[in-house]
């Protein structure tokens, strides 16, 4: 059975995302190998995962208004690239202060990658098909969760950290083929004016932008409040063994992967209900969470649909933002991303926060609740503002009518 041509050129970009989500949550797995090879405490080894996520906070916007008026095809190739040098440059660092130094180089394309790829996808398709096109490419992040990061994980284990990293290195480079020989040229690309970058700025003056933004850095803290300290509860808690953690990690990724596209499906035909929805569940997991991290099952469960909650906010919160941008989306799509990673540093920073005040291995999920609930609140807000523009669009409307 042949695929069609928009197919693979998603297909190429989602493995361009793989490579993204492996290189980055191998890192959790690994931190205990990696402390030891580079003779820190595994705390300090923790600083390489914030380096990372503060290069994908920096590197979205200042990647993207660098590279403004490029061809998306043209970004997209150098940025897989970059990805892949950045991979193999880790792999070769020789102490830790170097890698410190190479992993917030390496996030640097990370959110521009998923912005430019995003944008790219959308223009592939018929307009109803953009969000699930969307969220095939963002499904290559989910599913490395389920195989490249166990997979990678295990081998690093056995080969060593630097092996991983050449590993996610060559994903990287065969992505870059597949985008080179697979997504063509679009039209508007072609001879994009430098106006564009005033474009892409003005989008800020919208405050549902900023409000979007806020969802995705305070109501997606609530996953990574929780995720963040997973090991310890299942252990500690659950009485999982700690060999169990890979497959507990890989049912976070089936999570992740059905939350993704179940919220594609979704956003085509309720979007700001789909961010609602996602929300309020996010709410009602994180207190189940509280009472069912004592049971093994029951806790197993869970781990499945917190982030099926959490992730299937993402695609609705994509489009959202794209739509809102209007004519210069490429700053905003790649923002959402640098929103996420300051709700993996805001979450995993609260949830600490509880467990030494000594309020124990499942206060993090109170805060997580406390979180997806401010979330709820910034998007109610958001609706309200765009059913009041609505209003005050349709009685203009009508005034114009009657005259």
Same mark, same amino acid.
């Given at each position: 059975?042949?695929?069609?041509?928009?197919?693979?050129?998603?297909?190429?970009?989602?493995?361009?995302?793989?490579?993204?989500?492996?290189?980055?949550?191998?890192?959790?797995?690994?931190?205990?190998?990696?402390?030891? &090879?580079?003779?820190?405490?595994?705390?300090?080894?923790?600083?390489?995962?914030?380096?990372?996520?503060?290069? $994908?906070?920096?590197?979205?916007?200042?990647?993207?208004?660098?590279? $403004?008026?490029?061809?998306?095809?043209?970004?997209?190739?150098?940025?897989?690239?970059?990805?892949?040098?950045?991979?193999?440059? *880790?792999?070769?660092?020789?102490?830790?202060?170097?890698?410190?130094?190479?992993?917030?180089? %390496?996030?640097?394309?990370?959110?521009?990658?998923?912005?430019? &790829?995003?944008?790219?996808?959308?223009?592939? $398709?018929?307009?109803?098909?953009?969000? *699930?096109?969307?969220?095939?490419?963002?499904?290559?992040?989910?599913?490395?969760?389920?195989? /490249?990061?166990?997979?990678?994980?295990?081998?690093?284990?056995?080969?060593?950290?630097?092996?991983?990293?050449?590993?996610?290195?060559?994903?990287?480079?065969?992505?870059?083929?597949?985008?080179?020989?697979? !997504?063509?040229?679009?039209?508007?690309? $072609?001879?994009?004016?430098?106006?564009?970058?005033?474009?892409?700025?003005?989008?800020?003056? @919208?405050?549902?932008?900023?409000?979007?933004?806020?969802?995705?850095?305070?109501?997606?803290?609530?996953?990574?409040?929780?995720?963040?300290?997973?090991?310890?509860?299942?252990?500690?808690?659950?009485?999982?063994?700690? %060999?169990?953690?890979?497959?507990?990690?890989?049912?976070? /990724?089936?999570?992740?992967?059905? /939350? @993704?596209? !179940?919220?594609?499906?979704?956003?085509?035909?309720?979007?700001?209900?789909?961010?609602?929805?996602?929300?309020?569940?996010?709410?009602?997991?994180?207190?189940?969470? !509280?009472?069912?991290?004592?049971?093994?099952?029951?806790?197993?469960?869970?781990?499945?649909?917190?982030?099926?909650?959490?992730?299937?906010?993402?695609?609705?919160?994509?489009?959202?933002?794209?739509?809102?941008? /209007?004519?210069?989306? @490429?700053?905003?799509?790649?923002?959402?991303?640098?929103?996420?990673?300051?709700?993996? *540093?805001?979450?995993?920073?609260?949830?600490?926060?509880?467990?030494?005040?000594?309020?124990?291995?499942? %206060?993090?999920?109170?805060?997580?609740?406390?979180?997806?609930?401010?979330?709820?609140?910034?998007?109610?807000?958001?609706?309200?503002?765009?059913?009041?523009?609505?209003?005050?669009?349709?009685?203009?409307?009508?005034?114009?009518?009657?005259?």
């Amino acid at each position: 059975m042949s695929i069609d041509p928009a197919r693979r050129a998603l297909l190429a970009m989602a493995l361009g995302a793989f490579g993204i989500a492996t290189g980055e949550f191998v890192t959790l797995g690994l931190l205990p190998n990696m402390a030891e &090879s580079l003779s820190v405490t595994i705390p300090q080894a923790g600083h390489l995962i914030s380096a990372y996520a503060l290069g $994908v906070v920096v590197g979205a916007p200042l990647l993207t208004v660098a590279a $403004v008026g490029l061809p998306r095809k043209g970004l997209l190739l150098s940025l897989t690239l970059a990805l892949a040098l950045g991979n193999f440059a *880790s792999a070769m660092a020789p102490g830790f202060d170097e890698l410190l130094i190479i992993r917030f180089l %390496s996030g640097l394309p990370h959110g521009a990658y998923f912005g430019a &790829s995003a944008v790219t996808a959308g223009n592939l $398709v018929h307009r109803s098909r953009r969000n *699930s096109a969307m969220a095939l490419v963002f499904a290559g992040f989910t599913v490395a969760n389920i195989v /490249g990061v166990p997979l990678t994980t295990l081998i690093g284990q056995q080969a060593g950290w630097q092996f991983v990293f050449v590993l996610v290195g060559l994903i990287e480079v065969i992505a870059a083929i597949g985008i080179l020989v697979l !997504v063509p040229i679009q039209s508007k690309d $072609v001879g994009e004016p430098r106006e564009r970058l005033r474009h892409e700025l003005h989008a800020f003056r @919208n405050i549902q932008v900023w409000l979007s933004l806020g969802i995705a850095a305070i109501g997606g803290g609530a996953m990574f409040a929780t995720f963040s300290y997973i090991t310890p509860m299942m252990t500690q808690l659950a009485g999982y063994a700690e %060999s169990s953690i890979n497959p507990l990690l890989m049912l976070f /990724g089936i999570g992740m992967t059905a /939350g @993704n596209l !179940v919220g594609a499906r979704l956003t085509d035909r309720a979007l700001m209900p789909t961010i609602y929805l996602s929300l309020s569940c996010q709410i009602v997991v994180a207190l189940m969470f !509280v009472f069912t991290v004592h049971h093994q099952l029951a806790a197993a469960i869970t781990i499945v649909l917190f982030p099926f909650t959490t992730i299937a906010m993402v695609p609705p919160l994509q489009a959202r933002l794209i739509r809102l941008a /209007g004519g210069a989306p @490429n700053l905003a799509a790649a923002s959402i991303h640098s929103a996420f990673n300051i709700a993996n *540093s805001l979450g995993a920073w609260l949830g600490g926060l509880t467990i030494a005040a000594g309020l124990g291995y499942e %206060s993090p999920n109170v805060v997580a609740a406390g979180l997806a609930e401010l979330g709820l609140i910034l998007a109610l807000i958001s609706g309200w503002f765009g059913q009041t523009a609505k209003h005050r669009r349709e009685v203009a409307s009508a005034r114009t009518r009657r005259l």
